[in-house]
């Protein structure tokens, strides 16, 4: 079975401050990772995703993950917060191979302050 | 181009009140998801289609919720005699391809208050 841990249901900070969400995963087979961002009454929409390709992932927006498997995580992070990047953050993981389904965590909602 | 849409977009339905629920996927996209999002939750998996043959529904959560693709497009997930458990937005996705490596496209979901 494959799960994901989100440490922090809400963060806050200041506009221009680093965004960290933190994210660890549990997979018993090698995972391809996601984050997505969710705007209010609107679907998720990739940020970035890891497929084994390279550790430090750079997504839309300027966000940007690292994959450490000896930590088990898939930290999102961003150097300068806008204010449009409020919004709730998705990190979820699934088996690689054929087709299968997404097993998203809690989610994060950021909170971003002038 | 278009993304993925769903309609209706909201549904209020009564105890005990069959509901179907729409989704078009991209056109062209052979695969296709359902998920179920909890208020406060993240989503949670339904059933999976490859073209019009459903491969996973081990996600459904009783006999109650049926999912059907006939003609390998357009999906209907149908709730039979629904109960207040049931209220969440339920969220379709499409990917071009077969494999885990394509990106499940989202639809902005189908919000199910059943009263």
């Known amino acids: 079975a494959q799960s994901v841990t989100q440490l922090g249901s809400h963060v806050s900070v200041s506009e221009g401050a680093l965004v960290l969400l933190r994210c660890n995963y549990s997979?018993?087979?090698?995972?391809?990772l996601f984050w997505y961002v969710q705007y209010p009454n609107q679907g998720l929409q990739l940020l970035l995703k890891?497929?084994?390709?390279?550790?430090l992932v750079k997504g839309i927006n300027g966000f940007e993950a690292e994959f450490k498997k000896s930590e088990t995580s898939f930290h999102l992070t961003k150097p300068s917060a806008h204010m449009s990047d409020a919004a709730e953050y998705f990190c979820?993981?699934?088996?690689?191979?054929?087709?299968?389904?997404?097993?998203f965590g809690t989610g994060t909602r950021l909170q971003v302050t002038l | 181009g278009a993304g993925v849409s769903q309609s209706p977009r909201y549904k209020v339905a009564k105890r005990g009140q069959d509901v179907a629920l729409r989704c078009d996927p991209i056109?062209?996209?052979?695969?296709l998801f359902w998920y179920q999002q909890a208020l406060g939750q993240g989503p949670e998996f339904l059933t999976y289609?490859?073209?019009?043959?459903?491969?996973?529904k081990s996600g459904l959560p009783s006999d109650r919720f049926f999912a059907e693709r006939p003609e390998g497009s357009v999906s209907t997930l149908k709730i039979q005699r629904t109960q207040q458990e049931d209220s969440a937005v339920y969220l379709c996705?499409?990917?071009?391809?077969?494999?885990?490596?394509?990106?499940?496209?989202f639809g902005p979901g189908t919000r199910l208050t059943v009263l």
């Open positions: 056109s062209g996209h052979v695969s």
């Open positions: 997979s018993s087979v090698p995972p391809y």
């Open positions: 890891y497929t084994s390709a390279a550790t």
């Open positions: 289609f490859q073209n019009e043959a459903q491969l996973d």
């Open positions: 979820a993981v699934s088996k690689t191979g054929t087709a299968s389904k997404l097993t």
């Open positions: 996705a499409s990917s071009s391809g077969d494999t885990s490596y394509n990106e499940q496209f």
